[in-house]
């Protein structure tokens, strides 16, 4: 039986611009409705079905992500074995992999990238039993100044709607790295998540709120600060969520966030991380 693969579309100009600009962008239609619907019925297939009671097995992991006092469920990695870069899932491999999704964060950072992690990000109804909370505000990996990313460290994070997620079923909100300074900060740290999106949107640094349709997406940088409100409708919100960065970046020595600290410790003979040089092949490949 023939694989079918999702295929995401080219980025445009405006779009790329828009991102440099930002530190984010939305992407109508990045894949079809259709490809969405697929890939939605593999995560509920590799995820048991049920966003809030899911069975982890092979090489994937399913956790409840605790985020300053955020609850959703995440089931990662989806393409490849963390360690060894073993195919777990062919369906989530052809699109990772894929150089048509390399191009899409090419075209955005500037230049060639490597794949670095994929996960469903499961964000179940605020009022179900064991239900999601708030997705508090945080920047990523090149962000910190734990970053195991050496310049460039422009880190591109696609967010992709398997079903439809309004607003109010918790899309993400960003401010983008030209906005933020330590007045920014201290909002972020010292009010509620509410409270700030009111103070962020009357400066006018904050982004709408946005619905999408399968198939939409986002990308963010890993400096765009990025949060997310409650679900508070009655029907998860599925995402899958993709992270690459640029193929020339060479690792910091840090491992804290990178989530795969036994390349470092090089296990089976594979080529190992070391601080200076750039990401190894064979778990870091680069979508050409």
Known sequence: MSLTVATPREITDAESAFFKEHGWVKLEQLIT??????????????????????????????????????????????????????????????????AAIGRVAAKLCGEPVRYLIDQALVKAPAAAENGSGETAWHVDLS????????NPNTQVLVWLALNEVPAARGSMRFVGPN???????????????????KIFEERGILSPPLDFQPGDATVHSGATLHSAPLNTTDEARWVYNLSMFPARTEWTGQTSGLGVPEVVED??????????????????PVLV
Request: proline share 4%; aromatic share 10%.
């Open 143 to 150: 962000g910190r100044g734990e970053t195991p990313f050496q």
């Open 179 to 197: 906005d933020q300074n330590d007045e920014v900060w201290e909002i972020v740290k010292g009010k509620s998540l509410q409270e700030t999106y």
């Open 33 to 98: 409705r259709e490809d969405a619907a697929d890939l939605l019925a593999r995560v509920k297939e590799k995820m048991g079905g049920d966003e809030v009671k899911v069975t982890a097995h092979s090489n994937d992991k399913l956790t409840d992500r605790n985020m300053a006092g955020t609850r959703f469920h995440t089931f990662a990695p989806l393409s490849v074995n963390a360690t060894t870069g073993e195919v777990l899932d062919d369906t989530f491999n052809a699109f990772s992999h894929s």
């Open 267 to 284: 296990p089976k003979g594979l080529e190992k991380l070391e601080a200076g040089k750039v990401f190894p092949d064979f778990r870091f």
